[in-house]
């Protein structure tokens, strides 16, 4: 961690989360960066090819074991930020393909990036293949070197290189076997079945960050106080109005997602709710279900004003 004092303690704690940009696992979601667009000049290509890639894509469910929508983020030999075993981060959210005024294809992802792409005859090319974005969710800043994606129908398939630039230096990404589900007229049917029910946080691992909830507290002296702690607790999501879904966490609170196919992510932003203790507020949660496992990334403020963040959430139905 990047801090002064950094202190762990066990505590029962709901679904809320912030943006920090100190951790190295704060890196999880390539598609994912601050509302700066990245400078480029795409190539127009053959437009024949062009609608085969618009639309929304969200990312489907990773599998550890095949390493599906799994990154890898490590430090390099010889590079110049902390050694330490490779961290394992699930890739799940939206991007949004569409045509750019002058030709290409702009990526828009769901934590607000935008990155521009060259039509080629087989496949979308990041274009220029170097683009730097400003995460503001995990508030952390990244430059992605590579960027493939080929579509065949309803899915996509994709493979990313960049460098995560942390406080501690500059660490790879590498995510092999990226994957894309193309949302369509049945994507709330999908999520009906896939969301409703009880589940709980898995058991939390501090090596692997799985479950690992971080807050970072500004202390009145100026202190930065950052306290990891296992993230715990049952979620109910149910279906509500339009095509949304309600999730009720452990405090008692209600957040209104909007699901789409295996995805499911808070709409509006920024969502408060009022408890005993004080107001805690949401700012980010994208979750991804196949009706078993869910896979989730979550940010906010809590009731006594800390910023935290839960990169890998990971949760098991009831």
């Given at each position: 961690?990047?801090?002064?004092?950094?202190?762990?303690?066990?505590?029962?704690?709901?679904?809320?989360?912030?943006?920090?940009?100190?951790?190295?696992?704060?890196?999880?979601?390539?598609?994912?960066?601050?509302?700066?667009?990245?400078?480029?000049?795409?190539?127009?290509?053959?437009?024949?090819?062009?609608?085969?890639?618009?639309?929304?894509?969200?990312?489907?469910?990773?599998?550890?074991?095949?390493m599906r929508n799994i990154a890898v983020v490590s430090c390099p030999d010889g590079g110049n930020c902390r050694p330490g075993p490779p961290f394992?981060?699930?890739?799940?959210?939206?991007?949004?393909?569409?045509?750019?005024?002058?030709?290409?294809?702009?990526?828009?992802?769901?934590?607000?990036?935008?990155?521009?792409?060259?039509?080629?005859?087989?496949?979308?090319?990041?274009?220029?293949?170097?683009?730097?974005?400003?995460?503001?969710?995990?508030?952390?800043?990244?430059?992605?070197?590579?960027?493939?994606?080929?579509?065949?129908?309803?899915?996509?398939?994709?493979?990313?290189?960049?460098?995560?630039?942390?406080?501690?230096?500059?660490?790879?990404?590498?995510?092999?076997?990226?994957?894309?589900?193309?949302?369509?007229?049945?994507?709330?049917?999908?999520?009906?079945?896939?969301?409703?029910?009880?589940?709980?946080?898995?058991?939390?691992?501090?090596?692997?960050r799985v479950n690992l909830l971080t807050t970072r507290y500004t202390d009145p002296d100026g202190q930065v106080r950052v306290v990891q702690a296992?993230?715990?607790?049952?979620?109910?999501?149910?279906?509500?109005?339009?095509?949304?879904?309600?999730?009720?966490?452990?405090?008692?609170?209600?957040?209104?997602?909007?699901?789409?196919?295996?995805?499911?992510?808070?709409?509006?932003?920024?969502?408060?709710?009022?408890?005993?203790?004080?107001?805690?507020?949401?700012?980010?949660?994208?979750?991804?279900?196949?009706?078993?496992?869910?896979?989730?990334?979550?940010?906010?403020?809590?009731?006594?004003?800390?910023?935290?963040?839960?990169?890998?959430?990971?949760?098991?139905?009831?």
């Amino acid at each position: 961690m990047l801090d002064t004092r950094v202190t762990t303690r066990r505590r029962r704690l709901p679904s809320r989360l912030v943006p920090l940009a100190l951790s190295l696992v704060a890196w999880l979601a390539v598609g994912v960066a601050g509302p700066q667009q990245a400078q480029a000049q795409t190539q127009t290509g053959d437009p024949r090819h062009h609608h085969r890639y618009l639309g929304t894509w969200n990312y489907d469910q990773p599998v550890r074991e095949s390493m599906r929508n799994i990154a890898v983020v490590s430090c390099p030999d010889g590079g110049n930020c902390r050694p330490g075993p490779p961290f394992h981060i699930p890739q799940i959210g939206t991007i949004v393909f569409s045509e750019a005024a002058g030709g290409g294809i702009v990526g828009r992802t769901d934590q607000g990036c935008t990155w521009t792409f060259g039509v080629r005859s087989a496949s979308l090319e990041l274009d220029p293949p170097s683009q730097r974005c400003f995460n503001q969710v995990i508030g952390s800043a990244y430059t992605l070197t590579k960027w493939s994606v080929t579509v065949s129908g309803n899915r996509e398939r994709e493979a990313i290189e960049g460098v995560s630039h942390q406080p501690t230096g500059d660490y790879t990404f590498r995510l092999d076997k990226g994957g894309r589900t193309r949302v369509t007229g049945n994507a709330w049917a999908q999520a009906r079945e896939v969301f409703p029910g009880t589940w709980r946080y898995d058991a939390s691992d501090p090596q692997s960050r799985v479950n690992l909830l971080t807050t970072r507290y500004t202390d009145p002296d100026g202190q930065v106080r950052v306290v990891q702690a296992p993230q715990q607790g049952p979620i109910t999501f149910r279906t509500g109005r339009g095509r949304t879904m309600t999730a009720r966490t452990e405090n008692g609170c209600d957040w209104t997602l909007v699901a789409r196919g295996n995805t499911a992510e808070l709409e509006p932003a920024g969502q408060t709710c009022r408890t005993a203790r004080g107001t805690t507020r949401l700012t980010f949660w994208a979750v991804a279900s196949d009706g078993r496992h869910q896979a989730s990334i979550m940010a906010g403020v809590d009731e006594s004003g800390g910023s935290f963040l839960l990169s890998i959430g990971s949760l098991t139905k009831r």
